[in-house]
Structures are given as C-alpha cells and as structure tokens.
C-alpha cells in the first residue's frame, strides 16, 4: 500500500495563476482532508469530504475549492492564487467514522506564490 | 469551536534526560479525543500517542506518556530517556467525539524539540 499521496511535491506560481492539488488514498478511507501548514500556526482544516460525495468547509476555506472525485481522490483547486497562499498543504484520510481513529497523512506539498 | 494551545514554541532536552511539552485545550463536548503527533524534518506526520477522554488512564507508548488533567484540560506529553530521532516539531491535536464533527483534527501550533547529545 502506497498510503496517502500528494502530487506535486512541489510548486512556484505566480499570483493569479490557478493549480490542482490532487490527493489519493488507497486505504479504502471514507474520509479525506485538506490542511495548511503555516509557522507557528499549526496545521489548520481548509475542506474536508466525510464521504464519497460531500465536501463541507473547514477553518480556512477561502479562495480554495474541492472536489472528491471518487472515494480515492481528493483535489484541492486555487483558482487565482495569492502570496497568502504560500503554504504547506497536506492530504489526510480516515477509514470511516471511528473516534480512536487517528488520520493517515501525506508528504505534502509545498507551493510557494509570488 | 475548540481551541488547542501549546505555549512552548520551542524545547530542547540533552539526550537521555526527560522532558514534557505543554498542551491545553477547550472544548463544551466531554467525549473527545487528544492525539500527540510528530513531524521530523521530512515533514511527514507520525501519530506518537492518543488518550481518550473517558479513560482516566493516562496512556503510555513505550518512552512516551501523557499527562491528562480533564478538569483543567491540559494534555502534556512526556519523553523519557531522549534520544537524538526526537528532534522534531510535535503537535497536540484534539478530535470531537460526535459523529457530526467529521473526524475533524483542530491542531496546536507545535513545539519544536532540539535534543542536545
């Protein structure tokens, strides 16, 4: 099992341009996230998909969009991305509701705008 | 909305000696769960240990053991006998117990360990 992945590894935009994040899963998780990681802030929740066809906001959905493609994938779309955006982003799943069930992470992906 | 705060941005221990990372938390629910995760310079996130909230236990893996103080929500982590592969950014995360907060983490802002040989 290859777990989580995330491609790219990394990327440079310029501010304005858009890009896909994509996210795959082969665990057979019902759920998947999408974090940012800032210095000295943590990681924090921008969307996440309890289940294969729904996608709800989390704490910092602005100027992202999602889609669950299917129960494996999980994209994270910048339609017009700004310097505010230059993050660590992370990709997380979970096997179904379980509360003593911790969240499998990917690599993640470092995007830096300009 | 919970809230996890780890007020140490920065630690460091020398190497075989014992050191604690702080971590609070704020929360109405009184089902939930807390989780210390690590992250090594690869940046990938590594589950070190998890406490339930309805043990009064306080759970241990190996050199790591937790500190649960529920009714002063505080969730501390202890390393015993460190060791130089603990340098890393830890995490304190906190996950409702209910069925509608989607698994959600709300994560601390880290703690960056240096362990000193």
């Known amino acids: 099992n290859a777990g989580v992945t995330q491609t790219p590894k990394f990327q440079v935009l310029k501010t304005g341009q858009s890009m896909t994040l994509q996210c795959a899963q082969d665990?057979?998780?019902?759920?998947m996230y999408w974090y940012r990681q800032d210095p000295g802030m943590g990681l924090r929740l921008i969307y996440y998909?309890?289940?294969?066809?729904?996608?709800d906001k989390g704490e910092v959905p602005n100027g992202y969009n999602v889609s669950r493609l299917n129960k494996r994938e999980f994209s994270l779309r910048l339609e017009s991305a700004a310097p505010s955006q230059t993050s660590v982003y992370f990709c997380?799943?979970?096997?179904?509701?379980?509360?003593?069930?911790?969240?499998?992470f990917g690599p993640g992906t470092r995007l830096l705008v300009l | 909305a919970q809230t996890v705060t780890q007020s140490q941005p920065e630690m460091s221990v020398q190497e075989a000696e014992t050191v604690t990372l702080s971590c609070t938390y704020d929360t109405s629910e009184s089902d939930y769960y807390l989780f210390w995760y690590k992250q090594p310079p690869s940046r990938q996130m590594i589950l070190v240990i998890r406490?339930?909230?309805?043990?009064?236990q306080n759970a241990t893996e190996n050199r790591f053991s937790v500190n649960f103080q529920k009714a002063a929500k505080s969730f501390s982590l202890k390393i015993s006998d460190s060791q130089l592969g603990d340098a890393a950014m830890y995490f304190c995360?906190?996950?409702?117990?209910?069925?509608?907060?989607?698994?959600?983490?709300?994560f601390g802002e880290g703690t960056q360990l240096t362990v000193n040989p």
């Open positions: 998909s309890a289940s294969e066809g729904t996608t």
């Open positions: 995360a906190y996950k409702g117990g209910r069925e509608t907060s989607g698994s959600r983490l709300t």
């Open positions: 665990m057979n998780h019902n759920s």
């Open positions: 406490q339930e909230a309805y043990k009064q």
């Open positions: 997380a799943s979970v096997y179904r509701w379980d509360p003593q069930t911790s969240q499998y």
